[in-house]
């Protein structure tokens, strides 16, 4: 079993939909979320970071943590055609180790 | 605008050939991260350094990779020999200990 699991997609939506891309993970030791983006032949660049559970607002992306079920979720709201990338969550310890996830896919049409 | 550089951007090289990867992290951070990519795998962690010191890497092949930081500021991957289940984007990113890490834009490796 892979230590962060995603749903690779590819997911398509709408331009305005609301968008909810998830992980989970396995090792309650991780402290530390993340969400990256990455745009097609680009590196990964860092969206979101959180180490609480809760949700954690920044414009139209909300990354939300739940520490009880090892969850991660990041929503999209009023998704736009630039948004088109592949998302990686990514979970971090205290010694470092940062892991992703596969990487969600998405295209949003305009 | 500070930014984790990698070269070569692209390489194409034969089965057999030694490959070797460069990185400059950005200057201050302290925790290097080499990560493969692929469309079966994702990304995949290799090695990691913090301190120039090497902590992890369990996920590189031990008999052809090898990962290094001569100094503060260049760490490298190097393959030797290099195959074709090699081919990846190889991606080096940097950090401060326990906060995030920024990755460059990788390298582009084919093994024919």
């Known amino acids: 079993q892979k230590e962060v699991e995603q749903d690779p997609g590819p997911l398509s939506v709408p331009e305005g939909a609301i968008v909810s891309l998830n992980c989970t993970y396995s090792?309650?030791?991780?402290?530390?979320f993340m969400w990256y983006r990455q745009y097609s032949r680009k590196g990964p660049e860092l969206l979101m970071y959180?180490?609480?559970?809760g949700n954690k607002e920044d414009g139209r992306f909300t990354a939300q943590v739940d520490k009880s079920s090892k969850y991660i979720s990041l929503f999209i709201r009023d998704s736009q055609p630039s948004d088109s990338a592949t998302y990686l969550c990514?979970?971090?310890?205290?010694?470092?180790?940062?892991?992703f996830g596969q990487g969600t896919e998405l295209s949003v049409k305009p | 605008d500070a930014r984790v550089t990698q070269t070569p951007r692209h390489k194409v090289t034969e089965m057999g050939q030694e490959v070797t990867m460069r990185c400059q992290p950005i200057?201050?951070?302290?925790?290097v991260f080499w990560y493969r990519q692929t469309m079966m795998q994702g990304l995949e962690l290799l090695a990691y350094?913090?301190?120039?010191?090497?902590?992890?890497d369990s996920g590189m092949p031990k008999d052809r990779f090898s990962a290094e930081m001569p100094d503060a500021t260049l760490a490298t991957l190097k393959i030797q020999p290099s195959e074709p289940r090699d081919s990846a984007v190889y991606f080096c990113?940097?950090?401060?200990?326990?906060?995030?890490?920024?990755f460059g834009e990788g390298s582009w490796l084919t093994v024919v």
């Open positions: 990113a940097s950090g401060v200990s326990g906060n995030t890490i920024y």
């Open positions: 090792n309650s030791a991780f402290q530390y």
């Open positions: 959180t180490y609480s559970s």
């Open positions: 990514a979970v971090h310890n205290q010694g470092g180790k940062l892991i």
């Open positions: 200057l201050g951070h302290n925790t």
């Open positions: 350094f913090r301190n120039r010191a090497p902590l992890d």
